[in-house]
Structure formats: C-alpha cells, structure tokens
C-alpha cells in the first residue's frame, strides 16, 4: 500500500471535520469518486490520519469557543430566556471558571458552628432554602 501522501492527509482531515462526511472529504482531498468511500473508510482507520482528525477537531471546537460564550452570555443576560435555562447557563459559566458553590452539608458545617439557638432567621432561613442534598 502506497504512503498517504501527507498534503492529501491534511486536505482529508479538515475537510472531514468541517463537512462531516469522510467521503466528500476524501473526494475534496483528491481521491476518484469511484473509490473515494472505501478509502475514506481506510483512512478513517489509519493512525497517521487519526492523529490529525484529533489536532484539527481540537483547532475547530476552540475556535466555537467564543460563539459559545457569548451564547451563554446572552442566555444569561435575556429577559426572555426562562428562569431554568438561565440558571443553568449561569451554573455553567460558574463552573467553566472553578466557581463552585458550597454543598448544603458544608454550609451547615460552618453555620452550626453555632448552636442552632445562636443562628440567626436569616442564617437559618439560608440553611432551610439549601437543596437536600441526600440528608
């Protein structure tokens, strides 16, 4: 079997993440239509190829990653965006930047360090709001 010719490997990988069908992409890449299915398939299969497909999908979902951050953005931002969407795009956001949220069993850790009789309505009232979080 002949050396994948390494311009036709790059051709073949690129065309192939953005159209998603290996074989227009093996055809784009210089491939005859008759065989262009069965040597995607082969090339779909070879490491060399395997290798660049990873590098090129990488390169494509980074260069989504602004598009995604202001869809986000906006999904947070919208009035009209439902209260359940929203949260979730604002948890989403918190999370992809480390902000993580106290557990309910953490913030009763740190607020019963009081007796209950020494809490606060409002630290209280905090606790009680908190999820169940398996208690």
């Known amino acids: 079997m002949p050396a994948l010719d390494p311009v036709k490997r790059k051709a073949f990988a690129q065309l192939y993440v953005s159209t998603g069908n290996a074989t227009k992409a093996a055809i784009g890449a210089g491939c005859p239509a008759g065989s262009a299915a069965v040597t995607a398939h082969r090339w779909l299969r070879n490491p060399a190829v ?3 497909l990873r590098d090129e999908i990488d ?7 602004p598009t995604a951050l202001k869809a986000l953005r ?4 919208c009035p009209d965006t439902p209260p359940q969407t929203r949260l979730a795009a604002a948890r989403d956001i918190l999370d992809r930047v480390g ?6 069993s953490e913030l009763v850790a740190t607020l019963t360090e009081k007796s209950v009789h020494q809490l606060s309505r409002a630290e209280l009232e905090r606790i009680a709001a908190q999820p169940a979080d398996g208690f």
């Open 99 to 104: 902000f993580v949220a106290p557990k309910r």
């Open 74 to 77: 906006h999904l947070v931002e």
């Open 59 to 65: 390169l494509y979902l980074r260069n989504l990653a």
């Open 50 to 52: 395997l290798a660049l």
